[in-house]
């Protein structure tokens, strides 16, 4: 109910969390996680076509310039997600998944169309920005719709799911790239093409996502919550479920129309530093890691393995199985045996598989085959990891300002660990050196036993705990919660 001065006490937190699992979240998975299979699709193509970008007749980039592609789509996702984040938090989850979606399309189509290597990386940057943007709204919307019992598995799946992209970009690929079927100058462009038009499906597909509730409440806008979760309540009673009175207490707010930045820079970078360090250390580690070696990975078999790059496809999907195969089977755990230890071990698993594959690379004592078996068993794990990061985050600071905190830690740790990734290993593998590139690696496994370290010692046991309990609302009459 309103009451005087803005106050709004509200039980939508707790009905929403002690909903059963239901068609409405498998929907809501569909269409939202549906972002992670896009992503993964574009830098898998990206990835794949690195070869074909090379031997074009019209472009003609080395192992420097791919780089560099990849750098600026991740300095656009960088960007993206600053803007459209704070954007998120003032305007609404709705308004934006459906802005940034279009922005990605628009980019991703031109990125069909790049004549040289500046069009190529305008194009990248803002298909990076409109996937950065989505990051935020997405994660934010799918922390404040998903019950708090099941909150850690289904983030962890749900970022995996960029795994399910990678792999029908590597098969995409596979059939793009092959000269039988189209020639290697119009098959990269082709890949672009494909990417953007499987988008507009998932435009439409978000049509019937509601606003998040949460957030409407703490807008004032407490009338337009109630209908939506009341709908969703009657949903789930047509379909049979008998649903349970709300466990957990009542939350009192002050509705607010926004949050200054002044104050969320404050809450982030100050009251609550402790957690401000573990989301920076975990983004910052895992974005090193993954584009240290995904982004180049196809170099890595082109230069030193002397794979085509037609048939580079067929080495990215048992990639892409271990991949999404860890969040699946690992995801479980991190709402059971707890947060704290399955993100520690998880990182901390991954820093020394991947010592040991690079070891392994450096002194030439394993085969393309064996390479990617082994980096299928170490993303197994890592893949895990890197989505307990996006779980970190998102759920460990409060609703006013969580778009934006996922924004402001996926930008940092991207610009510190994702962005100089690429454009270091580019000039490591561009040397010919197995032992250059080995020390990329090795720089990628101490990031991962580093923020290891930190999520042992700092990490937040956010397990099976409502929203509203781990980090309190701003607008709250319980504002304070431990660092």
Do not use: C
Not at 193 to 200: C, D, E, V
Request: net charge neutral; no cysteine; aromatic share 12%.
């Amino acid at each position: 109910m309103t009451g005087p001065s803005g106050l709004v006490t509200t039980s939508i937190p707790a009905r929403l969390d002690r909903l059963p699992w239901g068609r409405f979240h498998t929907l809501v998975v569909a269409a939202l996680g549906i972002t992670w299979i896009l992503d993964g699709l574009e830098v898998t193509v990206i990835g794949a076509v690195a070869g074909a970008l090379r031997s074009s007749p019209q472009l003609q980039f080395d192992a420097v310039d791919i780089g560099w592609l990849s750098t600026a789509y991740l300095l656009g996702a960088v960007t993206g997600a600053l803007f459209f984040g704070w954007l998120t938090d003032r305007l609404g989850r709705k308004k934006l998944f459906f802005i940034t979606i279009a922005v990605y399309i628009a980019a991703t189509a031109a990125t069909s169309l790049s004549w040289d290597f500046w069009s190529f990386v305008v194009f990248r940057f803002l298909t990076g920005a409109g996937i950065g943007g989505e990051y935020a709204a997405i994660n934010s919307t799918i922390q404040e719709l998903i019950p708090a019992r099941v909150r850690g598995w289904t983030d962890l799946v749900i970022n995996g799911s960029f795994w399910i992209g990678a792999a029908l970009g590597a098969v995409a690929s596979i059939v793009v790239l092959d000269p039988a079927v189209i020639s290697p100058d119009r098959g990269w462009r082709a890949a672009f093409a494909i990417g953007a038009a499987l988008s507009l499906i998932v435009f439409f597909m978000r049509l019937w996502i509601p606003e998040s509730p949460r957030w409407l409440i703490t807008h004032g806008r407490h009338a337009e919550a109630e209908a939506i979760v009341t709908a969703i309540e009657r949903r789930f009673e047509s379909e049979g479920h008998r649903l349970p009175p709300p466990t957990d207490a009542a939350v009192t707010l002050r509705s607010r129309q926004s949050t200054p930045l002044r104050e969320a820079a404050r809450v982030l970078f100050v009251d609550q530093r402790k957690r401000a360090l573990v989301g920076l250390t975990l983004m910052a580690a895992q974005a090193f890691f993954y584009n240290a070696i995904f982004f180049t990975y196809a170099l890595i078999l082109i230069d030193f393995y002397a794979i085509p790059s037609a048939q580079v496809g067929w080495y990215l999907l048992p990639f892409a199985a271990g991949n999404f195969a860890g969040p699946l089977l690992l995801g479980r755990f991190f709402d059971s045996i707890g947060r704290r230890i399955m993100i520690a071990t998880t990182y901390a698993i991954s820093g020394v598989l991947l010592a040991a594959t690079g070891s392994l690379f450096a002194y030439s004592e394993i085969s393309a085959a064996s390479l990617t078996l082994a980096w299928s068993v170490t993303f197994f794990f890592a893949s895990a990891a890197a989505s307990s990061a996006y779980l970190t985050v998102s759920e460990t600071f409060p609703l006013e300002i969580r778009a934006l905190a996922i924004a402001a830690f996926y930008a940092i740790g991207t610009g510190i660990g994702g962005v100089f990734a690429p454009f270091l290993m580019g000039h490591l593998i561009q040397s010919g050196s197995r032992p250059s590139v080995f020390a990329g690696y090795a720089l990628g496994a101490v990031a991962m036993l580093s923020a290891a370290a930190v999520a042992a010692k700092w990490g937040v046991d956010a397990e099976r705990k409502p929203l509203e309990q781990v980090a309190p609302p701003l607008s709250s009459f319980a504002s304070s919660f431990d660092a």
